[in-house]
């Protein structure tokens, strides 16, 4: 049973050729966007109108959006403004986090330390090592000193 009725047959060319016109095809134009897209392409010149610069509300921007037949009330753009920034800290924060885990620890400090060793008896000379700060913890912890 077959359900293509009233076709022609379909030769190899014919798919090679058909192959060839949906790859040669480019995404369609959309006419409809949604409010977060249409906020995001819009965003920097709404933060623009309402920084302190220029003073604007954002019921002001939405009014003169309705004028162009775009209905978002103020609220909306602020909150879609307000998650557009959300996103792009966020992205930020994951970029400069790889950053920061590469930093030294701000608690390691370096302080001397006094290392006898079976050769170096005479010598009493510090070392350099880096210790933990020993600020805030119990007082068991102090220098060793030769009498």
């Known amino acids: 049973?077959?359900?293509?009725?009233?076709s022609e047959?379909?030769?190899?060319?014919?798919?090679?050729?058909a192959i060839n016109l949906l790859k040669s095809q480019k995404p369609k134009e959309r006419e409809d966007v949604s409010d977060r897209d249409a906020v995001r392409?819009?965003?920097?010149?709404?933060?623009?109108?309402?920084?302190?610069?220029?003073g604007y509300?954002?019921?002001?921007?939405?009014?003169m959006l309705k004028d162009l037949g775009i209905n978002l009330s103020g609220s909306r753009i602020k909150y879609l403004i307000g998650e557009?920034?959300?996103?792009?800290?966020?992205?930020k924060k994951t970029s400069s986090s790889d950053d920061n885990n590469r930093s030294?620890?701000?608690?390691?400090?370096?302080?001397?330390?006094?290392v006898n060793?079976?050769?170096?008896?005479?010598?009493?000379?510090?070392?350099?090592?880096?210790v933990k700060s020993t600020k805030g913890?119990?007082?068991?912890?102090?220098?060793?000193?030769?009498e």
């Open 1 to 6: 049973m077959s359900e293509h009725q009233n």
């Open 9 to 17: 047959v379909i030769t190899k060319g014919k798919i090679d050729k």
């Open 41 to 54: 392409k819009m965003r920097r010149y709404i933060e623009k109108l309402t920084s302190d610069k220029y």
């Open 57 to 63: 509300s954002y019921d002001e921007v939405s009014e």
């Open 84 to 91: 557009l920034k959300k996103s792009s800290r966020r992205q």
């Open 104 to 114: 030294s620890n701000p608690a390691t400090e370096t302080q001397p330390i006094v």
């Open 117 to 130: 060793t079976a050769s170096d008896q005479a010598s009493s000379e510090p070392e350099e090592s880096p």
């Open 137 to 146: 913890k119990s007082k068991n912890q102090q220098p060793f000193s030769q």
